[in-house]
Nanobody
Framework: QVQLVESGGGLVQAGGSLRLSCAAS????????MGWFRQAPGKEREFVAA????????YCADSVKGRFTISRDNAEHTVSLQMNSLRPEDTAVYYC??????????????????WGQGTQVTVSS
C-alpha cells in the first residue's frame, strides 16, 4: 500500500515554470511505476507522464513533450514533474498515481490503484 501527497501547484503566467512533487509513504515505493495525470473542469482525466520503477524509462504525452519532465528519487520516496513553458491549456488539477502493474509506457487511469488528492495548476494568459 502507498499513500501519495502532491504539492507545488499554484498560479503562474504563461511561459512560466512550476515543479510538482509527490511524496509517497510506504516501504514498497520503488516497486511502483508512477504517473502524473491532470483533469480540467468538464473534461476527463488525462495522462501527462509516467516513469518506471527504476526511473530508467519515462514517457510524456505529446501535448507536454519537450516542456514537461518526470523524475523520481526512490531514496526520498518522491516523484516530480518539472513543467516549463506553461500554457493556459495546462490549467488543471494535477494528480500523482501509482501502479503495481509494471512498466508499459502510458496506462489509462483505471490501471493506477493509488492516487493523491491533487494539486491545482493555473496558467494565466
Amino acid at each position: 500500500q502507498v499513500q501519495l501527497v502532491e504539492s507545488g501547484g499554484g498560479l503562474v503566467q504563461a511561459g512560466g515554470s512550476l515543479r510538482l512533487s509527490c511524496a509517497a509513504s510506504g516501504r514498497t515505493f520503488s516497486s511502483y511505476a508512477m504517473g502524473w495525470f491532470r483533469q480540467a473542469p468538464g473534461k476527463e482525466r488525462e495522462f501527462v507522464a509516467a516513469i518506471s520503477w527504476s526511473g530508467s524509462s519515462t514517457y510524456c504525452a505529446d501535448s507536454v513533450k519537450g516542456r514537461f519532465t518526470i523524475s523520481r528519487d526512490n531514496a526520498e520516496h518522491t516523484v516530480s514533474l518539472q513543467m516549463n513553458s506553461l500554457r493556459p491549456e495546462d490549467t488543471a488539477v494535477y494528480y500523482c498515481a501509482a501502479t503495481s502493474r509494471g512498466w508499459d509506457g502510458p496506462r489509462p487511469p483505471t490501471q493506477y490503484a493509488h492516487w493523491g488528492q491533487g494539486t491545482q495548476v493555473t496558467v494565466s494568459s
